[in-house]
């Protein structure tokens, strides 16, 4: 029962997430902060990760192994969660950061994508080492973003507002959102973390 719940929500995020993007960026509709139309919508980490969620969860009902890609994923559409949640909300407001594509992007698909790992697809454990492999995309977007800066200046490259006080500020901002990821994927790996080996363990008294 549980897998076959699994296998709609699949369904469910990966479609949302194609549907979304496409009628956002070659649609008509409400268009909320940090939102652009056509494929310079694919400048900003929320549509990233949104797509590839969407696109784990549609090669996963397709039978391809990417347990791990799952948990990345997850964590990286929860990311983007806590960071309207936490930073940009209280900065640019609430009320542009939910709605239009915004809705599905910054609170529909998270949350469907973190009840469908936490509590629905609990198959299969991660280690310690495993919750390092979600800085993955975060990290490589971190590179890219700043290394625009540097190269192509900060007007019209700073999509985020990140580089207000120059590249170094932006720098700064990306560490502080990579430990923030990190903290997510610890969480999120409570439910599913792989018990430690039986020889690391401390001898009993």
């Not at 697809?121 to 971190?142: K, N, V």
């Amino acid at each position: 029962m549980r897998k076959a719940v699994s296998k709609c929500l699949d369904l469910l995020i990966g479609g949302l997430a194609l549907w979304v993007w496409l009628s956002s960026a070659f649609g008509a509709g409400r268009h909320g902060a940090f939102s652009v139309e056509g494929l310079q919508s694919l400048r900003y980490f929320t549509v990233l990760s949104n797509l590839l969620q969407g696109g784990v969860c549609l090669a996963c009902l397709c039978g391809a192994r990417v347990r791990h890609w799952k948990y990345i994923a997850a964590v990286s559409v929860a990311l983007t969660f806590f960071v309207v949640l936490l930073l940009l909300g209280p900065a640019y407001g609430y009320d542009t950061m939910y709605v239009g594509a915004n809705f599905w992007f910054h609170l529909i698909l998270p949350i469907l994508s973190m009840v469908n790992f936490l509590i629905v697809d609990r198959e299969g454990t991660f280690s310690l080492r495993d919750s390092l492999l979600t800085l993955i995309p975060m990290l490589a977007y971190s590179l890219f973003y700043v290394g625009n800066l540097l190269v192509n200046g900060v007007r019209d490259n700073d999509w985020y507002g990140f580089a207000k006080h120059g590249p170094q500020s932006a720098a700064a901002a990306f560490l502080i959102i990579l430990g923030l990821n990190w903290i997510v994927a610890l969480l999120m790996r409570l439910p599913r973390r792989r018990p430690a080996h039986p020889a690391h363990r401390w001898p009993a008294r």
